[in-house]
């Protein structure tokens, strides 16, 4: 038995080496891993406003808020990977640790593992002392090494990935397919890039992939059954905490609705360029049979990366991790030209076209640098909020203890967490359940400003309640950042709120419906 699941696991045509175990290599793997990891936790990190707003979601589903679990399954622009890993951090490590610094070292060496595997591939180990310097030259991707985000599990997904397609075509044993269907599916939860870069990976391996097997039947089945199945997750976690299957696929539809690539393209030519240029690569490149997978999953991620940057830039998303997911297309082509059978093991015409096509493609990745979005990740709550603190005593000086409702991720990751029970939020909006509330209590609402970080700039809901108001609404208060405090005002109040410093007097709202400039 344990020799037939050998067969399975390692491929039939390959013959299984039993080495006797050298305890001294995964001690000083470990030992080494440790190292950098004290290393890098002792070295300078600066915060992101991404990684702000999973932590105050981690720190919203430990008290149990129901926004923060419609938050890990209603919305695609934040995925739920990160959070899910900060809060297996949480609950791991002992306190005061910092679970987004642990998180961010904790992928930033299991990368550096992976490309020190890659570099042993090529024989040619000592470039590697080569790069480092280089990567921390270059001012963007310094930075990048410093900062808190999220998303370098994303990109540490793809460093493992590319690792086990190395092997894969060396040696095509299932385990390597296995890893990489796996990894794929773990990319589904990474949002927009993930899916995209997921999707490229899996296209490529069932195209050029199965040329490496003789007997290929299943092996559709077997890389893409777990991402259709960690796929299927969405809508059953939509269906089961926001009542609505496609509640995710909803709630981004009003940012596409007038969008269109077209105009994407056109306010950005450097785009359309990129765009063209890497058509006609992954066209050409078809016809050479002997370009290694490791050198197409570079043209194939570049292909995906600019479909995730027009479909950014035509609906005003931001796809979390798109500048780390652009820098990481550079390494299977970096990698595939430092292997020396790629070049020597083919004919000299496909040695030529895959230099060219190569070089072609990292011109492409060029050009798209200036497209790069360093700023936008930082400055999505453009304008400064205001203070917590602040909107309730506005509220309270006429409406104590009147509680703020919240209808967006970012607003409810800003104030959720400041004052205990003032602001209520929720992620999906209903209008007769708002209604209903109203007349049960008073409340009042809170809408950030229309600039497209919040909500959909076209959103049918907010953009008119924040232009326009309603019958039901009357305006509190406006500060100049565009962010307004409205009350809902009850159609028939059994009570007004007695203001105690007005001796007695019921305290009613402000009835001009004008507002204040802040």
Not at 96 to 108: F, R, S, T
Not at 132 to 142: G, K, S, Y
Not at 462 to 483: C, I, K, R
Request: proline fraction near 6%.
């Amino acid at each position: 038995m344990s020799n037939l699941a050998e067969r399975i696991w390692y491929g039939t045509s390959h013959q299984v080496h039993r080495e006797p175990l050298a305890w001294h290599r995964p001690l000083l793997i470990v030992g080494a891993a440790v190292g950098l990891l004290a290393v890098r936790l002792h070295l300078p990190f600066t915060s992101s406003e991404s990684m702000a707003v999973y932590e105050n979601i981690c720190v919203a589903l430990v008290d149990q808020q129901n926004w923060a679990k419609q938050a890990l399954v209603g919305v695609l622009d934040y995925p739920p990977l990160p959070a899910l890993l900060l809060l297996l951090l949480r609950g791991v490590l002992p306190g005061g640790c910092d679970p987004q610094a642990w998180l961010v070292a904790i992928c930033q060496v299991w990368i550096f593992f992976y490309l020190c595997r890659l570099v042993h591939f090529t024989g040619r180990s000592k470039l590697l002392f080569i790069f480092v310097p280089v990567l921390f030259a270059v001012p963007a991707l310094r930075n990048y090494l410093w900062e808190q985000n999220p998303f370098w599990i994303f990109l540490l997904v793809m460093t493992s990935t590319l690792y086990h397609i190395s092997r894969w075509q060396r040696q095509p044993v299932l385990r390597e397919l296995i890893v990489v269907a796996i990894n794929c599916a773990i990319l589904v939860l990474g949002g927009g890039v993930g899916i995209a870069f997921a999707m490229a990976t899996l296209v490529l391996m069932q195209v050029y992939g199965r040329k490496r097997l003789e007997r290929h039947r299943g092996l559709t089945t077997l890389l893409f059954v777990p991402l259709l199945y960690l796929a299927l997750l969405y809508p059953l976690c939509n269906w089961l905490i926001m009542h609505d299957p496609w509640f995710c696929v909803r709630r981004l539809l009003p940012f596409f609705e007038n969008s269109s690539l077209y105009t994407a393209f056109a306010e950005e030519p450097l785009l359309a360029v990129a765009g063209i240029a890497v058509a006609l690569l992954l066209l050409l490149t078809h016809f050479v049979k002997s370009m290694p997978l490791d050198l197409r999953l570079g043209f194939w991620l570049t292909a995906a990366l600019v479909l995730v940057l027009a479909g950014g830039r035509a609906s005003q998303l931001y796809f979390g991790g798109e500048f780390l997911m652009a820098g990481f297309c550079w390494v299977p082509m970096l990698y595939s030209w430092l292997y020396r059978p790629n070049f020597t093991e083919c004919r000299a015409a496909a040695r030529v076209c895959m230099v060219l096509a190569s070089g072609l493609l990292m011109a492409v990745l060029v050009v798209l640098w200036p497209l790069r979005l360093e700023g936008k990740e930082r400055d999505q709550f453009i304008g400064t909020p205001p203070d917590g603190a602040e909107i309730a005593a506005i509220v309270d000086d006429d409406w104590k203890d009147s509680r703020i409702l919240l209808f967006d991720l970012r607003s409810a990751a800003i104030y959720c967490n400041q004052l205990d029970n003032r602001f209520l939020a929720r992620l999906d909006y209903y209008t007769d359940e708002l209604h209903a509330q109203r007349q049960d209590e008073q409340v009042h609402l809170l809408i950030p400003p229309n600039n497209g970080r919040f909500y959909a700039p076209t959103d049918p809901v907010f953009v008119e309640l924040h232009e326009h108001g309603a019958p039901w609404l009357m305006l509190e208060y406006a500060w100049p950042s565009g962010w307004q405090l409205w009350r809902c005002v009850r159609d028939r109040p059994e009570r007004f709120l007695v203001d105690p410093q007005a001796g007695g007097e019921p305290a009613s709202g402000r009835g001009t419906g004008a507002g204040h400039d802040g």
